[in-house]
T-cell receptor, first 113, second 113 residues
Framework: GDSVTQMEGPVTLSEEAFLTINCTYTATGYPSLFWYVQYPGEGLQLLLK?????DKGSNKGFEATYRKETTSFHLEKGSVQVSDSAVYFCALNSNQAGTALIFGKGTTLSVSS | EPEVTQTPSHQVTQMGQEVILRCVPI?????FYWYRQILGQKVEFLVSFYNNEISEKSEIFDDQFSVERPDGSNFTLKIRSTKLEDSAMYFCASSEGDGEKLFFGSGTQLSVL
């Protein structure tokens, strides 16, 4: 079945460092891909999404490109801030089975000043 | 921004007891969901609900689970006889339409002793 695999965390960075969180997926058909973020004490929030191959989703300085050839959707940010500390979830929607999202395990990012 | 609210934030119960987790989705949303995350594992889809009936459910959502929209604002998840392995963070979500962005609550941490 469809699945999402994220790099294990936690990821610990200094402020202004470059961030990459890897995400790969397995799916039949043409899924939509998402990154959700969960700040401490809050619910999951959509960070960005891409709905077809080669699309780039971007928001708040974060970017991810839908790579069908490598079945990946890696999250990147050029310069992280302390306020980016959160748990990041990669997810896919197969677009074939309703709107149920399939999530990865989540990667905890901790940024220090 | 409107938000999904969940109560309680923490629930402790004894094995075999019934629990009801409560959610108030965003008022104009039509699709409702429950997800859960066991500590250290993936966020897992449980069930989606539309037009007063279940539209999709996962293998996890067995006869011990039920959902209800008892009035125009609440959406509840009931676990009839809790097991130790039901301990998890339970997230409610809602969306305006099929395939639209999901808005998540901050979750209810359920601990079964």
């Amino acid at each position: 079945g469809d699945s999402v695999t994220q790099m294990e965390g936690p990821v610990t960075l200094s402020e202004e460092a470059f961030l990459t969180i890897n995400c790969t997926y397995t799916a039949t058909g043409y899924p939509s891909l998402f990154w959700y973020v969960q700040y401490p004490g809050e619910g999951l929030q959509l960070l960005l999404k891409a709905t077809k191959a080669d699309d780039k989703g971007s928001n708040k300085g974060f970017e991810a490109t839908y790579r069908k050839e490598t079945t990946s959707f890696h999250l990147e940010k050029g310069s992280v801030q302390v306020s980016d500390s959160a748990v990041y979830f990669c997810a896919l929607n197969s677009n074939q089975a309703g709107t149920a999202l399939i999530f990865g395990k989540g990667t905890t990012l901790s940024v220090s000043s | 921004e409107p938000e999904v609210t969940q109560t309680p934030s923490h629930q402790v119960t004894q094995m075999g007891q019934e629990v009801i987790l409560r959610c108030v989705p965003i008022s104009n949303h039509l699709y409702f969901y429950w997800y859960r995350q066991i500590l250290g594992q993936k966020v897992e889809f449980l069930v989606s609900f539309y037009n007063n009936e279940i539209s999709e459910k996962s293998e996890i959502f067995d006869d011990q689970f039920s959902v209800e929209r008892p009035d125009g604002s609440n959406f509840t998840l009931k676990i009839r006889s809790t097991k130790l392995e039901d301990s998890a963070m339970y997230f409610c979500a809602s969306s305006e339409g099929d395939g639209e962005k999901l808005f998540f609550g901050s979750g209810t941490q359920l601990s079964v002793l």
